[in-house]
């Protein structure tokens, strides 16, 4: 099996630590989560259940974090001092992973958009565009917040958290969040949060001592398999109860109300190897919805606008909305084989080759 950091999927640099395989396949559920919530459920459906495939949207703000736990895990010593041929390559990598299909895809909308209006191009790709210069952003941010966060764990998280909160009351407060939820420099405290994670789980798994500090003993007892069971189940618990409980609040989307259990799920599947919910997650299938979730994110909506959301007003017909995830991830399959891992892997030994030119020129 391989993952997002595998050759096969254009990844040429090398990693110093191995890949978290589960995590790739708790990506590609959150992802077909998005997918569900733009689909939408059948018109007669409960109102209960309308809201909670609308729910599975937070499968955006789940990605930032999973973002800081990613590059914390595969940077581990990055910062902005550890110069320019480090921050290059870093720098490169990330570029390579979002651009190219970003572009081709974008050049296609922009086509497909100047037959049906400047709407159909804001409705069809504005939250995908957002959403790529806000990860953008954030990865320019972590050599920025890397030695911080990685000195002060305890301060750098009651911080994130007190921004998170001080978001939401704003968000309610305002009643609008309309300049607010896409302002990129919300997110970062899902950045450090997901930073602090990663350590958290990298010595936890790692660590062939038992714990002796307090806060390192109550991570271990987390991240055993009994506990990581009942951490998954009320982290759903809790989603649910919320969702309902909101309903469709826009309030519902900001992290304040989900960083704390979306980091807690996080953590117990990094650091719990065995148990069935990361064997579940590391399967070949989910492992594949990972590793195309980002081609799948930027062309889901593409696909469902051509069908619409559901409106069949019975549960037969609503369930040819299974067809449209199915055909999205059919659509992201390919554009992800043929045009988003070649261009990755391009670019990168691209990269290499300059890079080595200029060094083997200098001396």
Not at 123 to 145: D, I, K, N, Q, S
Not at 174 to 186: E, I, K, Q
Not at 306 to 330: D, M
């Given at each position: 099996?391989?993952?997002?950091?595998?050759?096969?999927?254009?990844?040429?640099?090398?990693?110093?630590?191995?890949?978290?395989?589960?995590?790739?396949?708790?990506?590609?559920?959150?992802?077909?989560?998005?997918?569900?919530?733009?689909?939408?459920?059948?018109?007669?459906?409960?109102?209960?259940?309308?809201?909670?495939?609308?729910?599975?949207?937070?499968?955006?703000?789940?990605?930032?974090?999973?973002?800081?736990?990613?590059?914390?895990?595969?940077?581990?010593?990055?910062?902005?001092?550890?110069?320019?041929?480090?921050?290059?390559?870093?720098?490169?990598?990330?570029?390579?992973?979002?651009?190219?299909?970003?572009?081709?895809?974008?050049?296609?909308?922009?086509?497909?958009?100047?037959?049906?209006?400047?709407?159909?191009?804001?409705?069809?790709?504005?939250?995908?565009?957002?959403?790529?210069?806000?990860?953008?952003?954030?990865?320019?941010?972590?050599?920025?917040?890397?030695?911080?966060?990685?000195?002060?764990?305890?301060?750098?998280?009651?911080?994130?958290?007190?921004?998170?909160l001080v978001v939401l009351g704003v968000r309610l407060t305002t009643g609008s969040d309309a300049w607010l939820y896409r302002n990129p420099l919300v997110w970062v405290p899902d950045l450090v949060i997901g930073m602090i994670v990663a350590g958290l789980a990298t010595r936890t798994a790692y660590s062939v001592q038992r714990p002796t500090t307090r806060a390192a003993y109550w991570v271990y007892r987390l991240t055993t398999t009994r506990a990581?069971?009942?951490?998954?189940?009320?982290?759903?618990?809790?989603?649910?109860?919320?969702?309902?409980?909101?309903?469709?609040?826009?309030?519902?989307?900001?992290?304040?109300?989900?960083?704390?259990?979306?980091?807690?799920?996080?953590?117990?599947?990094?650091?719990?190897?065995?148990?069935?919910?990361?064997?579940?997650?590391?399967?070949?299938?989910?492992?594949?919805?990972?590793?195309?979730?980002?081609?799948?994110?930027?062309?889901?909506?593409?696909?469902?606008?051509?069908?619409?959301?559901?409106?069949?007003?019975?549960?037969?017909?609503?369930?040819?909305?299974?067809?449209?995830?199915?055909?999205?991830?059919?659509?992201?399959?390919?554009?992800?084989?043929?045009?988003?891992?070649?261009?990755?892997?391009?670019?990168?030994?691209?990269?290499?080759?300059?890079?080595?030119?200029?060094?083997?020129?200098?001396?």
């Amino acid at each position: 099996m391989s993952g997002l950091t595998s050759v096969e999927q254009g990844a040429a640099l090398s990693h110093p630590r191995p890949e978290i395989l589960a995590l790739t396949g708790l990506r590609g559920l959150a992802a077909v989560g998005v997918v569900a919530s733009q689909v939408g459920v059948w018109r007669t459906a409960p109102a209960f259940l309308h809201d909670l495939v609308a729910g599975a949207s937070l499968g955006v703000p789940f990605f930032f974090l999973l973002s800081g736990f990613v590059l914390a895990y595969n940077y581990p010593s990055l910062t902005v001092w550890s110069g320019r041929q480090a921050l290059g390559r870093y720098a490169m990598a990330r570029v390579a992973r979002l651009a190219p299909l970003f572009v081709v895809v974008g050049l296609g909308v922009l086509i497909l958009g100047a037959l049906n209006g400047g709407d159909w191009i804001r409705t069809v790709f504005g939250p995908e565009a957002w959403f790529v210069g806000t990860a953008l952003l954030l990865y320019c941010a972590y050599p920025l917040l890397a030695r911080v966060v990685a000195t002060s764990p305890a301060t750098s998280l009651l911080v994130a958290f007190a921004l998170q909160l001080v978001v939401l009351g704003v968000r309610l407060t305002t009643g609008s969040d309309a300049w607010l939820y896409r302002n990129p420099l919300v997110w970062v405290p899902d950045l450090v949060i997901g930073m602090i994670v990663a350590g958290l789980a990298t010595r936890t798994a790692y660590s062939v001592q038992r714990p002796t500090t307090r806060a390192a003993y109550w991570v271990y007892r987390l991240t055993t398999t009994r506990a990581a069971y009942l951490v998954q189940a009320g982290a759903v618990i809790y989603a649910v109860a919320v969702i309902i409980l909101f309903g469709s609040s826009s309030a519902v989307q900001y992290s304040a109300l989900w960083s704390a259990p979306l980091a807690l799920v996080i953590l117990t599947v990094a650091a719990t190897r065995g148990s069935w919910t990361s064997v579940l997650l590391s399967t070949n299938v989910m492992i594949r919805l990972g590793v195309i979730s980002y081609a799948l994110f930027l062309l889901h909506t593409i696909v469902v606008h051509g069908f619409g959301p559901v409106h069949a007003g019975s549960l037969a017909n609503g369930l040819l909305a299974i067809a449209w995830i199915a055909l999205a991830i059919v659509v992201a399959e390919g554009a992800h084989r043929y045009l988003g891992a070649p261009a990755r892997r391009t670019l990168l030994n691209h990269a290499r080759r300059t890079a080595s030119e200029v060094r083997s020129n200098a001396s």
